[in-house]
């Protein structure tokens, strides 16, 4: 193997940060079946495929010293790193080429899955069950057409969205969902998005934490479900009044832990031309809610200062605005400011617990000794100190 001294959702969701995941499901198109994609059994050196990358497209870590990250170079070629000695040494395990990677998962050391998005409007979905040494492909519905978008919660149950094309007529959804309960092998569709226990369509497609713990939005009301999707009931968080707010993020914990990430726009007039964040709160599993807080944030109308939390659990999160940087220990309750990497300033950030995370940062080309504009930085101690960890390109 060849190794990289030195370092998401980049991270892993722009690592993908949800609303990078969000943009990219968005943006393309139809499902098709996949041909295998097998790695060769030796790993490759960690060459960087022509063209120039930028932040990691995804980062994902399941301890503080075991993560993945994925960079995309803009030609259409996406690159999969491991390590399991928190960057000191980094491995390519994987080189996609005619598409962009975007929302890797891994569930354990062994099993994840990773979408990709092509120009031509396709997505496909691999699968691994040896850590990345080897990639199959999920089977996925034969769809005629429509963007289509896949969401894994855990490496057997997924939810895969594909919207329609043309305007759909008043008072109907403009998508229709599906769901698998082993891996794509079968996949159960919904027609006209009719979910059971709903009045009507619902807004947007639902968003799942975990196999059974789902939240789905018709209009301005939240529905909840916990058997999987089979029945929903209404939620009693009420949305932030005014505007459009979106539900965009689950996280359900062990000890009855939950949350809630909504987006959007509101008549408060905290953020003058910008978009909203607020983050609900429950301690029984979602039977009842706390209201929905407003996060910190930056009044600004550049896009690239607005980042969803990031979340290791229900309870613990992580924010980057602008040029700040805040934690919660309280499901969004509070939040405590921290101290920026030196340096390249975050982008965003991707939390492994409470006490550790990854951001990543860029610098204009030329003002770094090895001549990367990508920067790594990996804390241990709630954001107190940061240490640089050279990136593996």
Partial sequence: MDDFEGVSQGR???????IAIGLALALVGGIVYLRPFVRPAEPAPAATPSGHFY??????????????LVFNDGLNHSTLFHTRDAGRHWQRVFLVSGGHAAGLRFFDSRRGVLPIYGEAGGVRVLQTEDGGRSWQPVP??????????VEFVDAQHAWLTQWATQASPAGAPNFELYRTADLGQHW?????????????PPSRPPVFASAKDGWVQVGSQL???????????????????GGDVLLVQAIVSPGGWAALILEGSSVSGQVPHGVEIWVGASSDGGRTWQPAVHIPETPSSDAADWHPPHFSEARN??????????TTADSGRTWNRRKMPPGAPCLDVTPVSASTAWCAGRTPAGAYPNGSQVHLYRTVDGGVDWSAIDPPI
């Fill in 12 to 18: 892993s969701r722009r690592a993908l940060g949800l």
């Fill in 55 to 68: 932040l990691p497209a995804d980062m994902l870590w399941l301890s503080a010293a075991e993560g993945w």
């Fill in 140 to 149: 996925l519905p034969s769809l005629v057409s429509g963007y289509t978008g």
């Fill in 188 to 200: 159960q569709r919904f027609p006209n998005a009719a979910l059971n226990g709903l009045p009507g």
């Fill in 223 to 241: 529905y909840a479900s916990h058997d999987g999707g089979d029945s929903w009931q209404p939620a009693n968080l009420e949305l932030p009044a």
């Fill in 317 to 326: 999160g992580w924010l980057v605005v602008g040029p700040d940087m805040y």
